[in-house]
């Protein structure tokens, strides 16, 4: 439900809203079109390429997105208005840092031919190529040194294009780069060389290329650890690792085997319990079967019977004319003698309070 305005209350507006009210408004709506995802912008379908229209004036945050989201007509519209080519964001990044970035080639291409500065560095000393070895288009990186990109700059952290494109694994631009000569053996500030960072990021295509284009085994870094050492290392930790793995699949397999041991014991004990109770009850069973009481009302001893006591039953037990006529012929045999008188009596009566004749 919603809520309604107090009437001393003025309801904001973008014709009342402050400048830097009504800026972050704007703003705010302009990033709903656009989501967070690992570590990018992922543009959703509303950031198609459409054609701008023609009285409306395209700012430069209009410029950075759509130079990073692939609106080509954007980006012209924006430069034929005499928008300046390298104009820099808060961080000096230029249109042609954020297309390299996102792989954006034909606004790339586009960028370069407007007079976009290839070798424009960003506040950690970034240039376009750094960007574009960080994605998976080699045709962006094809451009940028069409263009005369320095191949071998590096960033404050001494990191060159070719450090960058071995630690995401993009093969095709490290075997490029090598192809363009850059430097196979170049330190970065920890004194780390490509086939560093590929071994110790388990590169193993990288690594290979690396040292098909002849990357030198034996230079150390600051640490004193050449890659050799490093694959060393890697084979002792791994080593180690699956010893105590194993170690601890032995100790789990022990306990389970005492804990096997343990519950079989508990079931042996719970079945002798169980056989005893059994046997009580058909010990229990077996004595209400001695005093088993006859529908008669007689406490019967089913190995005895004397002839005063077959007399009752075998009245009680034996059919009726009338039963007879009502059962099927087919049938009467079964009925016609239930009970037959013993041609002996018993040697001793059972039954109680039956007299002794």
Request: aromatic content about 4%.
């Amino acid at each position: 439900m919603l809520r309604k305005p107090r009437p001393d209350t003025q309801v904001a507006t973008p014709q009342n809203l402050s400048p830097s009210m009504s800026r972050k408004s704007s703003t705010n709506e302009k990033r709903k079109i656009s989501r967070v995802h690992l570590g990018r912008i992922q543009f959703t379908n509303e950031e198609m390429d459409v054609e701008p229209d023609p009285n409306e004036k395209i700012t430069q945050y209009d410029f950075f997105m759509a130079a990073s989201s692939g609106k080509l007509k954007t980006v012209r519209k924006y430069l034929d208005d005499g928008g300046d080519v390298n104009t820099k964001d808060t961080c000096k990044r230029t249109a042609l840092h954020r297309a390299a970035l996102y792989e954006q080639e034909e606004i790339v291409k586009l960028l370069l031919e407007r007079g976009a500065k290839v070798n424009s560095s960003d506040k950690l000393s970034n240039t376009p190529l750094h960007w574009a070895c960080r994605g998976t288009n080699l045709e962006v990186v094809r451009s940028l040194l069409k263009y005369n990109a320095k191949i071998n700059t590096k960033d404050m952290l001494l990191n060159g294009p070719l450090h960058v494109a071995t630690r995401v694994g993009f093969v095709e631009c490290v075997d490029y780069l090598l192809e363009c000569g850059a430097n196979l053996n170049d330190k970065d500030s920890e004194g780390d060389t490509p086939i560093h960072d590929a071994v110790r990021l388990g590169r193993p295509k990288v690594v290979r290329t690396l040292v098909l284009h002849g990357a030198n085994m034996e230079m150390k870094n600051k640490t004193g650890k050449t890659a050799v050492d490093m694959v060393q290392a890697w084979y002792n930790n791994t080593k180690q690792a699956l010893a105590m793995a194993e170690e601890e699949r032995e100790r789990k397999g022990l306990d389970a085997e005492k804990l096997a041991m343990e519950l079989q014991n508990v079931q042996c004990e719970t079945s002798g319990e169980a056989s005893d109770v059994d046997s009580d009850k058909s010990q229990s069973l077996d004595d209400e079967a001695k005093d088993k009481v006859s529908p008669l009302g007689l406490k019967l001893d089913l190995n005895c019977i004397d002839d005063k006591s077959l007399d009752k039953i075998e009245e009680v037990m034996t059919p009726s004319e009338e039963d007879l006529k009502s059962f099927p012929s087919s049938r009467r045999g079964s009925r016609l003698i239930i009970f037959q008188k013993h041609s002996s009596k018993p040697s001793s009566p059972t039954v109680e309070g039956a007299k002794t004749p």
